[in-house]
């Protein structure tokens, strides 16, 4: 069961021709979780094929246009397609306010019920059984939140073996061991789930940035995780207008995946002046060589790790 | 020189891999006038090599989100690369109130004069000094207008060679002769521009009915328009759902430009249900022979005639 990162548009604030403006797509278990939603994702999803009916969550990064505009638009499409599942939008202050008046000012009604809701710190943003998701301040020149989707630890490996040879029968008390409980056997014996289950395994994570410059909020954020996906609006020869307006670069984006020590890091949110992405890739690959500069409709499929957690 | 017609956005309510959602451009001496600005109007504007920093009027039928939610995105671009230009955007009621909530909700700062202006009833839009736009009340569910672009008439042919038979010379005289004015010459006798210059030549003419079912205002809009783009959701099979919701089928289309004497008739506004638009021709092709579908980034140069009014 594949977790896959799909780059619905990986444009800076401009679209061009190849890049549509920011939307980071997740889909797991036939669940859509999208990063950011900037003008045109209905169209881009539309061409991957996603799907407007699908369990989905939102997350806004802030509320610059380029990266909220593309919701109404949504919104509106999935009402005139019938959907009834309930949509999950989550943002910044001001997320209601943008919503409350474009609901009030452009017709459609809702055939679906919208539950907005405005993230306020960092933290804990929702929680699923499977996953959850996770805010941290990215410093940008307006509030605004970096994400992380993060699975919860999978059981442990069982061992039916060891479980024979300690004479436990087969049936509920395996399915106890492997939540995780301890069993107590007719003959009085009580089993410890580590005498027959493996540490819990790790699950996978997804860290994107949004807007921003550098940030220790957004390290803490990508500790560790599998995928860091990072604004890298400008070549390292820019750093200083990136650093006034509260973007990044390959460098600094090279050094939040260092310090988080992230698996991979892709660039993206990338401006409509590099037509050919090379030099940010180059200037990324010197230091970190796990490095992609994204691309609209590419697709990274993060597989199921086997790793205990020590 | 030119009037030349570009479909940037030929989809329904919903957008397809094939189309954007609703607007057409019309260039006319390096000035724009888009009518209809659906999400992603932005990105098919860059992909069309339209540019942004022209002189230019965005003429909004209706506040339907398929045909608005462009405009903020569009604002937003034009500011990010420092525009000047007065931007003039015209639509009915509802619109100043749209753009204001956008403003206070999404962070953007305009670099240019935004003109908002309400139509409020059939009649002249906005007067240039070379064409006019009109509106027309188009039928649909909210209230919505069709709008025409209309050349004003060139001056006739003047004929130099009469002029000189008459005597009259060159310089200042002619120039006064063609532009309909009569000339005293010194010898005291009295041209009128009649006698060497031909009648008016007709401008030419756009129309664009948004979303609409059949409306008489609509066929006297366009009488003798050289170009309608009609309206075309469903095709005749769901004359009763289009009906209904206030859109066309190809008969629709057919019966305003027959009554109008359109000389051509341009299907667009296409459902996502018509993957191959055959079926759309077809059927308006039998009794309106000069009918295409519009097809996204499809260009129709308008050549001037010169045809004398009448």
Not at 3 to 28: D, K
Request: aromatic share 6%.
């Amino acid at each position: 069961m594949s977790v896959q990162v799909i780059f619905l548009g990986t444009a800076g604030s401009i679209p061009t021709i190849a890049r549509s403006l920011p939307a980071v797509a997740i889909r797991r278990k036939g669940e859509l979780t999208l990063f950011d939603c900037g003008e045109g994702v209905q169209r881009q999803m539309v061409r991957a094929h996603l799907g407007f009916n699908k369990k989905m969550k939102v997350l806004v990064t802030h509320m610059h246009g380029d990266h909220v505009l593309g919701l109404p638009g949504l919104i509106q499409t999935m009402s005139l397609l019938g959907r009834t599942k309930k949509l999950e939008v989550y943002g910044p202050s001001g997320l209601k306010e943008f919503v409350d008046a474009i609901e009030q000012t452009v017709h459609f009604s809702l055939t679906f019920p919208l539950e907005l809701v405005e993230v306020e710190d960092e933290g804990l943003v929702c929680e699923e059984k499977e996953y959850q998701i996770h805010s941290a301040w990215a410093k940008h020149s307006i509030p605004a939140f970096a994400y992380s989707f993060v699975e919860k630890p999978r059981p442990g490996r069982f061992h039916p073996q060891k479980a024979r040879e300690l004479g436990i029968p087969e049936g509920t008390l395996w399915g106890q061991l492997q939540r995780g409980v301890a069993v107590k056997l007719k003959d009085g014996r009580v089993v410890n789930p580590e005498e027959v289950v493996e540490s819990p395994r790790k699950g996978r994570s997804v860290v994107y940035t949004g807007d921003s410059r550098y940030s220790n909020s957004i390290v803490k954020l990508a500790k560790y995780t599998d995928l860091l996906i990072h604004d890298c609006t400008f070549d390292d020869s820019l750093r200083e207008r990136a650093e006034k307006d509260g973007h990044s670069t390959p460098s600094t984006a090279v050094k939040t995946a260092l310090r988080a020590k992230a698996k991979r890091l892709v660039l993206t949110h990338i401006s409509a002046r590099y037509k050919e992405p090379m030099l940010l890739l180059e200037q990324a690959k010197e230091t970190f060589p796990e490095v992609i500069v994204a691309e609209d409709f590419m697709r990274i499929d993060l597989p199921r790790v086997d790793n205990v957690i020590k």
